[in-house]
């Protein structure tokens, strides 16, 4: 096993830093990081923006649901899926408006946009862990998009997806066990033997129910598929289409 695959299975979210900034060529080095990701034919379609300015990041952590670490941490980073600049190179091109139009509205560029997104980001966390430094990724900045936009003067186009913290890990966090490989990796096609996947599940609740009440001393014993169905049945952020259609991403 080598040094890369002992980071990546190493990893475990962070969420209380000590009080130390990362430097600027820890900064350049991590969005250079994530730059290096592989991305669709080449459109780059992201942007990330880094907050330095407390009081942004202190309204972050407020419009994220009042997560410290998002105020607390060495930077703070918001990775967005940017269509603006196509656009923009559209126009420099001359292009016909109609046809940018339909290629910006439609299913497959939005797709590509939130893939270029999470590689890049997947490539910043792993550098900044690499480093010795811990991240989080903080999903919970689509609580209320239209304030972080508003606050980050973002244009039509672009969209703040998630955040992510880094910094000098204060303490390291246990890991969460993953799903059984068997249930994740299918080869040839997908497995649709139900019994057999439930069976994977069930083994899965006692892991994890175990985890979660030895860290608890017994007071939490979830299982995995009452969490998540617990998900389900309270669906979040259902605002999530009109806001694309707002901000001129109406996924034709």
Known sequence: MNDTIKLLLNHRSIRSYLDKPLTEEQILLIVQSAQAAATSSYVQAYTIIGIKNQQKKDKLAELAGNQAYVAKNGHFLVFCLDLHRLEMAAAI?????????????????????????????Q????????????????????????????????????????GLSI???????????????????????????QEQLAGHLHAYNQV?????????????????????????????????????????????
């Open 167 to 193: 910094g000098h890990p204060a303490n390291f966090s246990d890991q969460k066990p993953r799903l059984p490989i068997s249930s994740v990796y299918h080869e040839d096609g997908y497995n649709q033997d």
């Open 208 to 252: 994890i129910s175990s985890y979660y009440s030895e860290r608890t001393q017994g007071a939490r014993s979830d299982r995995w598929t009452e969490a998540m169905t617990k998900q389900l049945q309270n669906p979040k952020r259902l605002y999530m289409k009109q806001f694309l259609m707002d901000n001129k991403i109406p996924l034709d």
């Open 123 to 162: 490539n910043a966390a792993i550098a900044a862990e690499s480093m010795g430094l811990g991240i989080c990724y903080i999903g919970g900045l689509r609580n209320q998009l239209k304030a972080v936009s508003e606050l980050l003067q973002i244009p039509d186009r672009v969209i703040p997806l998630f």
């Open 93 to 121: 091109e001359s292009a016909k408006p109609e046809s940018v139009e339909e290629a910006l509205n439609s299913t497959e560029m939005f797709m590509i946009g939130l893939i270029d997104t999470a590689l890049a980001a």
